[in-house]
């Protein structure tokens, strides 16, 4: 099997301040697929401190505890690194002013780029900085090694919103045009208008609609996993992973706690989270070449392309090529076209009730298929 190179730009924090980032980074280890190349942490410096906006009572940090642990229980050494902590200053901004510890996820990304023989893929989950700052760093190199970047964020459509960490207030609309802007978006507007403007070749998923980011719309990504019970049956080591991290554990021997089944009480706290929000799996199918599928008598499934057989039927989870307007707030409208233009954007369809059932259905039974490297 080809395995396809990835580095992964994540916001994951420890504690969490996101199940879906902790729960997320499990199929960036686990897919056959995917060659984890670097994980990039993307910190954004006011998310640090404990605040109201979360009503988290404990200060997090970035993920090196969760990714220590998947390092552990896959038995890998991929290499992680911090990215700077404040937005950039404009789109051109090379971040070269920022604390040499702030450094560290720029240098791995271009260092991994480097050493590729092959052209990787990007995939951010998160702000754009630290790949937006790399860009400007080295432009040149991005042209020769990346095969395409992988945006979650942004608006499909819709009513403009401006966005001040939790208020907002309604601006004119211009007819057709993308408003909200969206929490990824919000974090660097700089930096995603920078790769949006880049000439690079983009494959972008919208997180959110003109309803907001809990809303269904054909051009974004969202869907509701519902209850998080299933984690009960994974695999033991990606159990403990997972109820270490969704509980917001803070024992300080973190590893040690991968080599034991959770307390019951605190699978009872998974059981007891509402639904899980996600935006992120339609990226590692597009990523992975995996097809959701719907097959007669067992029902929806991601699985691998040469795996589908005749009469299963294939849902529509595509990238779309279109031309982009992006404004200097990050906000951007697009226009659908047959012809290439090095940007795509994704595309579920009309059935959104349909993709929303079957991408729950399917991804719980493609992470009780997950398995850990074997432990001595």
Not at 114 to 121: C, D, F, L, Q
Not at 220 to 234: A, P
Not at 238 to 261: G, I, K, N, V
Request: proline share 7%; net charge negative; glycine share 6%.
């Amino acid at each position: 099997m080809k395995r396809i190179p990835i580095i992964d730009c994540t916001d994951l924090y420890h504690p969490h301040q996101d199940v879906g980032d902790n729960f997320d980074i499990v199929a960036a280890y686990a897919l056959p697929e995917i060659d984890l190349r670097a994980v990039i942490l993307d910190v954004t410096n006011r998310f640090r401190p404990p605040d109201s906006l979360h009503c988290l009572p404990v200060p997090r940090e970035p993920g090196l505890i969760p990714l220590s642990q998947m390092n552990y229980i896959f038995d890998r050494q991929v290499p992680f690194a911090v990215s700077p902590f404040e937005p950039m200053q404009s789109t051109g901004d090379e971040m070269r002013h920022v604390p040499v510890f702030q450094q560290a996820g720029i240098e791995l990304l271009l260092r991994t780029l480097r050493e590729a023989e092959e052209r990787v893929e990007l995939l951010i989950f998160c702000s754009c900085r630290t790949v937006a700052a790399a860009f400007n760093r080295e432009p040149e190199l991005f042209r020769d090694k990346v095969g395409r970047i992988h945006i979650s964020a942004g608006t499909s459509s819709g009513e403009i919103f401006d966005v001040d960490w939790g208020e907002k207030k309604r601006l004119p609309l211009a007819p057709g045009s993308a408003g909200y802007r969206e929490w990824n978006v919000e974090l660097d507007v700089h930096a995603f208008v920078c790769l949006l403007r880049s000439g690079l070749p983009l494959a972008l998923y919208p997180c959110a609609s003109d309803r907001g980011p809990f809303a269904l719309h054909r051009h974004d990504s969202y869907y509701q996993l519902g209850k998080l019970s299933f984690i009960r049956r994974m695999e033991p080591r990606l159990r403990s992973y997972l109820a270490y991290a969704l509980t917001r554990q803070l024992r300080h021997d973190f590893l040690r706690a991968m080599e034991f089944d959770p307390e019951p009480e605190l699978l009872d706290q998974i059981d007891a989270l509402r639904s899980h929000h996600v935006w992120e799996t339609a990226l590692w199918l597009e990523v992975s070449g995996r097809k959701l599928v719907k097959r007669p008598g067992v029902g929806y499934c991601i699985m691998a392309a040469d795996d589908v057989k005749p009469g299963d039927i294939i849902l529509k989870n595509d990238q779309t090529p279109c031309r982009i307007k992006v404004r200097d707030d990050g906000r951007f409208d697009f226009e659908l076209t047959t012809g290439k233009t090095g940007v795509t954007i994704y595309d579920r369809g009309d059935d959104l009730e349909e993709n929303e059932r079957a991408m729950g259905e399917a991804l719980k039974e493609l992470y009780l298929g997950f398995r850990c490297a074997r432990q001595a």
